[in-house]
């Protein structure tokens, strides 16, 4: 399977789970900026992945969870060094070169992006 054919069923996913037209779907949309998505979606997001892909997700493996309440990765409200380690080594599929800059704890949702679902698919059809 291509990256554009991972693209264009993700595309379609995010269209039936967010109410959104497909050409609002690129590659860089942020699915809670762009797409409107809300923690209640991500659930749906993932099971519908999984459905279409035919591709088994554990929990917290798309979208990491907890660590946000942890000292040791959250310090005033910025992401730590030990925490941003943590999250890249959850997260291969993730790019953090803009959000190592400023890793506010707040913009963590922004680096999922349509994009990160597709390199995410294709690493886990690559196993």
């Given at each position: 399977?291509?990256?554009?054919?991972?693209?264009?069923k993700v595309q379609?996913?995010?269209?039936?789970?967010?109410?959104?037209?497909?050409?609002?779907?690129?590659?860089?949309?942020?699915?809670?900026?762009?797409?409107?998505?809300?923690?209640?979606?991500?659930?749906?997001?993932?099971?519908?992945?999984?459905?279409?892909?035919?591709?088994?997700?554990?929990?917290?493996?798309?979208?990491?969870?907890?660590?946000?309440?942890d000292p040791k990765?959250?310090?005033?409200?910025?992401?730590?060094?030990?925490?941003?380690?943590?999250?890249?080594?959850?997260?291969?599929?993730?790019?953090?070169?803009?959000?190592?800059?400023?890793?506010?704890?707040?913009?963590?949702?922004?680096?999922?992006?349509?994009?990160?679902?597709?390199?995410?698919?294709?690493?886990?059809?690559?196993?």
């Open positions: 399977m291509t990256r554009d054919d991972i693209f264009k379609t996913i995010l269209v039936d789970a967010l109410a959104v037209d497909d050409d609002e779907v690129t590659m860089s949309s942020v699915l809670t900026k762009d797409l409107g998505a809300e923690s209640i979606d991500f659930l749906d997001i993932v099971f519908k992945i999984e459905q279409a892909f035919g591709i088994k997700i554990a929990q917290g493996e798309l979208f990491p969870e907890g660590g946000a309440q990765f959250v310090q005033n409200g910025k992401i730590t060094a030990d925490g941003l380690v943590s999250l890249k080594g959850r997260m291969p599929h993730v790019d953090f070169s803009a959000f190592e800059k400023d890793p506010q704890i707040a913009k963590v949702g922004e680096l999922f992006t349509v994009e990160t679902l597709v390199k995410f698919v294709e690493m886990k059809l690559k196993k």
